[in-house]
């Protein structure tokens, strides 16, 4: 079946920097792309980063474009999410999500998320 397993989450002072990891198992990892979500206390889930199948395309939430970056190790199943220069508002818990199926994919997975706190 397929597994999301996020990791790497933790306390952080504004500033710093964490890099979270999402293991993923049960489906074809280098097929599909993957995103990052976060969702803090009161808010919806926000998108916060995507990146393609192969590794060749990111995108960004405008909140974190040139402080995230996403990345993939297709010959480990893994993707990361390395952020730096963190701020209080990116407190929230980060969640992995793929959305895979052939022909179209239409079945969506999350892992069970971690949680990240940025303070002083």
């Known amino acids: 079946q397929v597994q999301l397993a996020e990791s790497g989450g933790g306390l952080v002072q504004p500033g710093g920097s964490l890099r979270l990891s999402c293991a993923a198992s049960g489906f074809t990892f280098s097929s599909y792309a993957m995103t990052w979500y976060r969702q803090a206390p009161g808010k919806e889930r926000e998108l916060v980063a995507t990146?393609?199948?192969?590794?060749?395309?990111?995108n960004y939430a405008d909140s974190v474009k040139g402080r995230f970056t996403i990345s993939r190790d297709n010959g480990k199943n893994t993707v990361y999410l390395q952020m730096s220069s963190l701020k209080p508002e990116d407190t929230a818990v980060y969640y992995c999500h793929a959305r895979i199926g052939w022909p179209i994919p239409r079945s969506d997975y999350w892992g069970q998320g971690t949680q990240v706190t940025v303070s002083s």
């Open positions: 990146i393609t199948a192969a590794g060749g395309s990111t």
